[in-house]
């Protein structure tokens, strides 16, 4: 295998580096905003696991369930339900999709992307 620099030096184009693994991206301007600084760290955590469901087409079929949250860090159900309220209260989430019967769960967007299906919202 040849490093950066060996390429270089034959004159070699570089090699684009190429994840396989897919990744949680939250644009710059959430992070860097008021809201987000005025936020608890258990909804700051929730964001992330929320973009972390993200992918080209699958916003506002997000999921925030205690079952699926406890195992990256979140304690309680009444931590979880706090929250999402403070998410939906600080504008970067909102429910597309109310829980109901059947274990029916609620369904969630981030407030920074499109929302490209909207069937069975």
């Known amino acids: 295998m040849i490093d950066r620099a060996e390429q270089q030096r034959r004159g070699q184009p570089p090699r684009k580096p190429s994840t396989t693994h897919p990744y949680a991206a ?3 301007r959430v992070i860097d905003s008021l809201a987000y600084a ?11 696991l929320i973009a972390r469901q993200l992918t080209k087409s699958n916003n506002g079929h997000l999921q925030a369930t205690f079952e699926w949250c406890k195992r990256y860090g979140i304690g309680s159900e009444h931590t979880l339900r706090d929250a ?3 998410l939906i209260a600080h504008g970067f989430i909102y429910r597309t999709k109310s829980h109901g019967a059947n274990l029916v769960w609620a369904n969630y967007a981030v407030t920074w992307l499109p929302i490209p299906d909207k069937g069975g919202l």
């Open 26 to 28: 939250i644009e710059h």
């Open 38 to 48: 005025d936020m608890k760290p258990s909804a700051k955590v929730l964001l992330l």
């Open 84 to 86: 999402i309220a403070e």
